[in-house]
């Protein structure tokens, strides 16, 4: 009676175990199916496209620089500051030049003073001229009448030239004064044209970059005091590998991506550069950019060149599960929805790129935040 007593006891405790995995793997079954919507996973054409990065340079800069030694007397604008065109933006210490022109000036006062002389000087070499032309004319007469001598007729011969001769030399000395006045204007003109170099205007209307000077610095021929930019007119230089020459082309439509702006452009490439660097094996390829606020030079930009078609596995953004790096979706599979870890490529309006983990063809959940492995789900149109 005890042995059959300890069966039967031993023998209940089996089939309440029994029974307890059968009600544990039966509760999935059991439990509400949760409403879900579905998305099917895709495989699509996408244009295969080619990125190159860059920086963003301004297409029209200048660095301001002094044609003359001189120190620095004021410079009117900081790194940041928008110049007018024509501006003055630094002003050097002239003195100097002042002094060029001031003696310049004065050598022309002076070739000015003999002009009164000069003229006087040719009125009376004409007057004697006019006079011995006509004393000649008339002893030419009287030899003629056998009235006078040789001699007599040679002497206002003479006169003649000697008076032709001094009206020349006071014409010639007044054309020199004529050549030495044009030759002082010039050197008037020059010291004025250096003085004008003291001050540094700005050539474009733009925004200062960079600033390398201040007040009381020596200013040497050809040292950069001032950078500045056109504003509004930047372009993005992009390095393209060299196998990538034959798909990139000039007025070619390209899509850049400035990440400080966090915005895409539409942009045209405007220049190749036809030198490939050697360390690199790549080349520079110049794309202009439209007018933004806040595009500044320096900036890093992707572009994105277009090279044809490629066939990718896509499903909707909304079925992606992100839990810190890793990324998920789940499968909905016989009516139970599988989280399955997947990984992603690149992003097209609501459609993103599976590079692994889905077949075309699979249906995933969307919005399946709060949705738990292995749950029983009920599609939903």
């Not at 004065?106 to 006019?130: C, Q, Y």
Request: proline share 3%; glycine share 8%.
């Amino acid at each position: 009676m005890r042995v059959l007593f300890v069966l039967t006891v031993v023998g209940a405790a089996v089939l309440a175990g029994c029974g307890g995995a059968d009600a544990r793997h039966a509760s999935p079954a059991s439990a509400a199916a949760v409403p879900v919507e579905v998305a099917s996973v895709n495989s699509q054409s996408w244009p295969d496209v080619y990125e190159a990065t860059g920086t963003v340079r301004a297409r029209t800069a200048t660095v301001l620089s002094s044609k003359v030694m001189a120190y620095v007397r004021q410079v009117t604008v900081q790194a940041g500051d928008r110049v007018a065109e024509g501006q003055e933006v630094i002003t050097l210490d002239a003195r100097d030049l002042d002094s060029s022109v001031h003696r310049g000036e004065a050598a022309e006062a002076e070739v000015r003073s003999g002009f009164a002389e000069a003229d006087n000087a040719v009125a009376g070499a004409k007057a004697s001229l006019d006079l011995a032309q006509t004393t000649f004319h008339r002893m030419e007469e009287l030899a003629s009448k056998k009235s006078i001598s040789n001699q007599e007729f040679d002497e206002a011969a003479a006169r003649l030239k000697s008076a032709q001769a001094a009206y020349d030399m006071a014409r010639a000395r007044r054309g020199q004064l004529d050549s030495r006045l044009a030759l002082a204007q010039q050197e008037v003109q020059s010291a004025r044209i250096m003085r004008d170099y003291a001050r540094i205007a700005a050539p474009f209307a733009g925004v200062v970059t960079a600033r390398s000077v201040e007040p009381g610095n020596l200013a040497a021929p050809g040292a950069p005091l001032l950078t500045i930019e056109r504003e509004g007119a930047y372009r993005l230089e992009a390095s393209v590998d060299e196998s990538r020459l034959p798909s990139v082309r000039n007025g070619q439509t390209v899509e850049v991506t400035l990440e400080a702006l966090d915005r895409r452009l539409t942009a045209r490439v405007s220049e190749i550069v036809p030198a490939v660097d050697a360390a690199s094996r790549s080349y520079t390829v110049k794309i202009d950019l439209p007018a933004v606020p806040s595009l500044r030079s320096g900036m890093f930009g992707r572009a994105w060149f277009p090279s044809g078609t490629r066939q990718v596995t896509t499903v909707a953004a909304s079925a992606i599960v992100e839990h810190g790096q890793l990324q998920s979706v789940f499968v909905v599979e016989d009516g139970f929805a599988h989280s399955r870890l997947v990984t992603t490529g690149k992003s097209q309006a609501d459609a993103v790129e599976v590079l692994s983990g889905l077949s075309a063809g699979e249906k995933v959940v969307r919005n399946a935040g709060g949705l738990a492995d292995g749950a029983r789900v009920e599609v939903r149109p």
